[in-house]
C-alpha cells in the first residue's frame, strides 16, 4: 500500500511498521520516531497547533508516526517525570470491537516514554474500566520490560482530594486522585476514537472524565459518575480538564466506534492515530475524521472559550499522513443547551433585584429550570426553586428570571446557588443539562463604571 506524505506526495514506505523492543532499544526514543515518519515535516507559522496523524494497519507503527509528525514530543515533556497513561477501558472488549483503546499505541507511548528518561510510567484508569485490564488485552503491560517501572493502577483503589477547579463552568472543586494530582507527573490521555451518546464524541479531552473517583458522582440509583451529568457533562468535562490539564494526547482510530457509543455501538476500521500535544486540537481532527460538524462537541467549544485549545479546525495544522474522513454514522444524542448566561451573576433580592438567565436549545423540546444548591463533595442537590416546568419551546433562545426567593415564597439565604436547565427532546436519549452559578448577597451590588485614564 502507497501513502501520501504531509504535502500530498506520494511515497513508497508502507503502512506496516512492526518494531520489537529489542529493536526499540537499539534504536532509541528519536531514532525509532524518525523512521516511523520518513518525510520532512515544517512548521506553518500560520497555525498554532500542530497535530500529527498516522496511519497504518499496526496500532504500534501508527502511534509513532503520528507522534512523530505533530512534532511537539520531547524528552523534556517526561525525563525524570512519572507519566501517567489514560487509556479508555470503559467497557470490557478488545481494540477491534472498538470500545477500548488499543494496548499496542499505549505501548508505543511506553516505549517512547521510558526512552525519554521517565522515572516511572503507570497505565491508569478509573471506574469501570480500572477493572477492565485484563479483558481489554493490557496484563502484558504489569511491569512490561521487566524493569519496575511500569504499572497498571486501578484509579478507584487511590486515596483522593478535592482539586481546586480555576473558572470552573459546573464545579468549584472536584474530587481527584492524588496520583494525578501529584507534582512532577505527566498526564498523557491515549483515548479511543468513538461517538457517544451524551457527548457525541468522546476523544483525548472527554477521555479524563474517567479519572475522578465514582463514589462522590454517583447517584443512589445508578452506576457511574452521573451526578457529573446532572450539573452538564459538557460542563463537567472541561472542569476536570481545568483541574489536571492533559500534557500530551494521543487518539487511537485503528477501530473505531460509530453509532451508539460509547459501549453499544459498531467497529469502524479507520487505520489511523492522532496525535498532538493539544488535546483539544486532537479532537478537531479527529471530528475531522469522523465527519462531525465541529460545533456539536460543545465541551471543545467550552474548553476553547477559556483558552485550552484551539476554537475552530481552522487554526490546526495537520501534519504527516493525509487524513481519510469517513462520515460516522451518530447516535441519538439529546439537544443541545448552552449554559444559562445571566445578566447579574451577582445580585440582591432583598433590594427587589432579580436575575435573568439566557440559554439556547438546539431544537425543540421541553424544557425544565430550577434554582440548586449543590455539594462539591458528594452528588446532594437539593431544590430551592422550580422557575419552569416542562415548558415546551422551539430551537433557540429561552429566557427566564428569579427574584431570590424559594418556592415557600421566602427570601433565600445569601450564598451560591446553580440555575440549571434540564431539556428533553423526547427521542430514546438522556436528558440534556447545563447549568450556571447564581450569588445572592446580603448588600446591595453597585455596579461600577470604569472610565478611562486620560493623559494629563
Not at 385 to 399: C, D, K, M
Amino acid at each position: 500500500m502507497r501513502h501520501r506524505d504531509h504535502t500530498g506526495r506520494e511515497s513508497g514506505k508502507s503502512g506496516s511498521f512492526a518494531t520489537s523492543r529489542r529493536q526499540f532499544l537499539k534504536l532509541g526514543a528519536a531514532g525509532l520516531l524518525a523512521v516511523a515518519v520518513p518525510w520532512p515535516v515544517a512548521a506553518s507559522p500560520a497555525t498554532t497547533y500542530r497535530v500529527g496523524v498516522g496511519r497504518s494497519t499496526d496500532g504500534y507503527a501508527a502511534a509513532l508516526r503520528a507522534i512523530s509528525a505533530c512534532a511537539d514530543w520531547s524528552p523534556g515533556l517526561v525525563a525524570g517525570r512519572t507519566v501517567l497513561i489514560k487509556p479508555n477501558l470503559v467497557a470490557a472488549g478488545t481494540a477491534e470491537s472498538g470500545v477500548a483503546t488499543d494496548p499496542q499505541v499505549v505501548r508505543a507511548v511506553v516505549d517512547l516514554a521510558l526512552a525519554a528518561g521517565a522515572v516511572a510510567v503507570k497505565i491508569v484508569e478509573g471506574y469501570p474500566g480500572g477493572n477492565n485490564f485484563s479483558a481489554c488485552g493490557y496484563d502484558f503491560l504489569q511491569d512490561y520490560g521487566g524493569s519496575g517501572r511500569v504499572s497498571l493502577v486501578d484509579l478507584n483503589s487511590q486515596p483522593s482530594q478535592l482539586a481546586t477547579v480555576a473558572g470552573g463552568l459546573a464545579y468549584r472543586q472536584i474530587t481527584m486522585p492524588d496520583l494525578v494530582m501529584a507534582p512532577d507527573t505527566c498526564l498523557i490521555s491515549v483515548a479511543k476514537l468513538k461517538t457517544h451518546a451524551e457527548a457525541l464524541a468522546t476523544l483525548a479531552t472527554k477521555n479524563v472524565f474517567g479519572l475522578p473517583p465514582v463514589a462522590p458522582y454517583k447517584p443512589p440509583t445508578e452506576n457511574g459518575r452521573f451526578a457529573m451529568h446532572y450539573r452538564g457533562l459538557h460542563q463537567a468535562t472541561v472542569d476536570i480538564n481545568l483541574a489536571r490539564p492533559i500534557d500530551f494526547a494521543v487518539v487511537d482510530g485503528i477501530w473505531g466506534m460509530e453509532g451508539y457509543g460509547p459501549f453499544s455501538g459498531n467497529p469502524v476500521r479507520m487505520n489511523t492515530v492522532v496525535a498532538g500535544i493539544n488535546s483539544v486540537a486532537v479532537d478537531r481532527v479527529c471530528l475531522e475524521a469522523m465527519q462531525i460538524d465541529q460545533p456539536l462537541a460543545q465541551h471543545l467549544t467550552y474548553a476553547a472559550r477559556l483558552g485550552l485549545g484551539p476554537a475552530d479546525i481552522d487554526s490546526v495544522q495537520i501534519r504527516g499522513d493525509t487524513l481519510a474522513p469517513r462520515a460516522f454514522n451518530l447516535p441519538v444524542f439529546p439537544p443541545q443547551v448552552e449554559y444559562p448566561r445571566l445578566d447579574r451573576p451577582i445580585f440582591y433580592p432583598a433590594g427587589d433585584q432579580q436575575t435573568t438567565a439566557s440559554f439556547t436549545v438546539s431544537r425543540p423540546c421541553v424544557y425544565r429550570v430550577d434554582v440548586v444548591r449543590t455539594s462539591e463533595t458528594s452528588q446532594q442537590v437539593d431544590q430551592v426553586r422550580l422557575l419552569r416546568n416542562w415548558t415546551g419551546t422551539q430551537a433557540g433562545s429561552v429566557v427566564v428570571s428569579w427574584d431570590g426567593r424559594d418556592n415557600q415564597g421566602e427570601l433565600v439565604a445569601p450564598g451560591v446557588y446553580t440555575v440549571r436547565v434540564e431539556a428533553d427532546a423526547g427521542q430514546p436519549a438522556r436528558n440534556a443539562f447545563a447549568t450556571a452559578w447564581v450569588e445572592v448577597v446580603a448588600q446591595p451590588v453597585v455596579r461600577r463604571i470604569f472610565l478611562p485614564m486620560i493623559n494629563r
